[in-house]
């Protein structure tokens, strides 16, 4: 090696060291630098993560706001930007797993396989995915499907779910991706899908807020059970250890009673009417021994 390719290589070393070391650099580390703490919203994840009127919010933001707060508190950072920014299904994991954003305030699915690129905190809901048909549809199961079109949103594990169903009962079902909830729940009104499949705790807060609630129906058993919980980086266990305490703290304390009612038994935008949710037995179970830990 001659000094020209030896100076090459040292700086090829040292270009590499700087960029391991600032992905290696934590939120709360950016933070104390005078960072943002950017959380990531949806558009129409009602009502954990959606936007009304040009302004975020549900129950998962409402979540990811307060933990900012304790960011805040702990950084000393008292003028703490907060950026919001918008995902979509299609790339919520990616823009956590790049770093361009903390925490992803939606109804993301704690799942062994999205767990090998980003990591979550304990889970603030439990839902399972079901079918959201017309009134007048006689579908009441996956298997009425038969030779009809089944729509889901584009990323999400209940297109997953229905897929692998789809392909290992043979029940020639033809599926579907849309961009976002929105345009999934349009397609069945429009008679473009026999039924969308999806959590049906977003399936009854989508149908609520259309033009004529009454017009759609949530069926069928469980395709999946699905535990929602905030996404954050893998690898960055001081910022993931104050999450955790936060939202064990919430938990214990009860005091995340006040914003799960909030979102769910009181009247909600756009429409201004409650979903009456109470907290499920599968929920309430789960949280009285809260863990980031699901069996799935």
Known sequence: MN?????????????????????AQGVLERVRGGGPLVLAHRESSVPFSYVHEGKPMGYALDLCLHIAEVVRKKTGMKNMPVQLVQVTPANRIEMVKTGKA???????????????????????????AR??????????RMEDLEGKKLVSTKGTTPYKAAEQANRERLMRI??????????????VEKGQADAFVMDD?????????????????????????????IMLAKNDPEFKKLVDEEMR??????????IYDKWFMQP??????ALNLPVSYLLRDFWKYPTDQVPF
Not at 174 to 187: I, K, R, S, W
Request: charged share 20%; proline share 6%; with cysteine.
């Open 268 to 273: 909600i935008a756009p429409t201004h009417r």
């Open 131 to 140: 079918l959201l048909v017309p009134a007048a549809s006689t579908v009441t």
């Open 249 to 258: 703290r919430l938990i214990v304390s009860n005091e995340i009673n006040a």
């Open 201 to 229: 705790v977003l399936l009854y807060g989508l149908a609520a807020n259309r033009p004529d609630p009454k017009a759609l129906k949530v069926v069928g058993r469980f395709v999946t059970t699905e535990p929602l919980a």
């Open 174 to 187: 033809q599926l579907v991706e849309a961009p976002d909830h929105e345009a999934a729940v349009v397609m």
């Open 102 to 128: 903390d925490m992803e305030c939606g109804s993301t699915t704690n799942n062994a396989e999205r767990r090998k690129d980003v990591a979550f905190t304990i889970p603030h809901f439990i839902t399972g």
């Open 3 to 23: 000094c020209k390719q030896g100076w090459k290589a040292l700086g090829a070393a040292v270009a590499l060291c700087c960029a391991v070391g600032a992905q």
